[in-house]
């Protein structure tokens, strides 16, 4: 695994370099200023000395963490990371020198006359500030990875609600099923085994197609039960998005257990809006009654909350429509 402490973000240099031409713009201009000379002109020279001290920065520490370190004990991270952060500053300061001198920019005597000192000098500068930007990054990157696994082991914990609760209502129909048809108990039996063995995916975010496929078994296998009367209608075509694990499956289970009328087909139906990105789960079974969420629905809302700061909404109480607003997550562009 990638050590977070090796793990710098094209943002954080960009953080850098701001930081790096700013200090190094106002540093230099206060000391032209206090020696008497223009302070515009030792303006130029600490912005190119603060863009070519991190451009340096970016090379050596990039090829560092990239290709060096991964490789050696760490006992060696701490003197290559002092001897690259010190080359830097010292490459840094030359090259900003001479490209000073080149176009004429009016320098401190002293960078004429002890140009390698003052390079020695920034570089040890260089080293002490990236020493503080080491430590900001590393903790910043510590603090990203507890919350990804608090996040991850909530996750874990909300699924593992999600199989039992399936489980318990697939059991009770089977059980029903033994004393009326054999048959049709094994073939429930079956279809429970299929459609465990397709959820079995480790993801919590996987394609609509799956999770369509997954909700198909479902509803077959509740039709076993219903006798086939429960219809599932698909608007065509869906986007290639991907939807938390067991959604539009838990929110079609929902329809059937407290829309479904004896004697009476009842008709599920998914739609998709795209410019809104959300999804529509709606069926013609009982009015709701009750706008609270039982722990299932309960359990969605967290789960979209975590993984795409989504929501979900009774859109319509009287013919039962659930809309799962899909938030921002990352997996969700059309590919």
């Not at 370190?69 to 060696?76: E, G, H, R």
């Not at 496929?213 to 698909?234: A, K, T």
């Not at 009654?289 to 909404?313: D, H, M, P, V």
Request: proline share 3%; charged share 20%; hydrophobic share 45%.
């Amino acid at each position: 695994m990638y050590d977070i402490a090796l793990r710098i973000k094209p943002f954080d240099w960009l953080y850098i370099l701001l930081i790096g031409v700013v200090f190094a713009t106002l540093l230099s201009s206060l000391g032209y200023v206090l020696l008497g000379r223009e302070w515009l002109q030792g303006a130029y020279f600490g912005a190119m000395l603060g863009f070519s001290i991190t451009l340096f920065s970016l090379v050596f520490i990039t090829y560092m963490n990239h290709t060096i370190l991964p490789k050696i004990s760490k006992i060696f991270w701490l003197p290559l990371a002092v001897f690259f952060s010190f080359l830097s500053g010292f490459l840094g300061t030359l090259l900003s020198t001479a490209v000073a001198e080149l176009l004429q920019v009016d320098l401190i005597p002293l960078f004429h006359t002890h140009h390698m000192h003052i390079a020695i000098a920034v570089g040890l500068l260089t080293y002490i500030v990236g020493a503080l930007l080491y430590r900001f990054v590393k903790m910043r990157n510590e603090k990203e990875e507890v919350d990804h696994h608090y996040v991850q082991s909530r996750l874990r914990s909300l699924e593992t609600q999600l199989n039992p609760h399936f489980l318990f209502n697939a059991l009770n129909s089977i059980a029903e099923l033994i004393h009326q048809d054999q048959d049709k108990a094994e073939a429930a039996i079956l279809k429970v085994s299929t459609f465990l063995r397709n959820t079995m995916d480790e993801k919590a975010l996987i394609p609509l197609s799956d999770e369509l496929r997954n909700v198909r078994d479902y509803v077959e296998l509740e039709n076993i039960r219903f006798s086939g009367m429960i219809q599932l209608h698909i608007e065509e075509p869906l986007p290639r998005i991907e939807v938390p694990k067991f959604s539009i499956q838990l929110l079609v289970e929902n329809a059937i257990k407290h829309g479904f009328i004896a004697k009476r087909t009842l008709n599920i139906s998914l739609s998709y809006d795209q410019a809104e990105n959300r999804l529509t789960v709606q069926n013609d079974g009982k009015p709701l009654k009750s706008t609270t969420f039982g722990t299932g629905l309960t359990n969605l809302a967290q789960r979209l909350k975590l993984l795409c700061k989504g929501t979900i909404e009774i859109t319509n109480k009287e013919k039962p429509a659930f809309t799962l607003y899909l938030g921002d997550c990352d997996e969700n562009t059309d590919r």
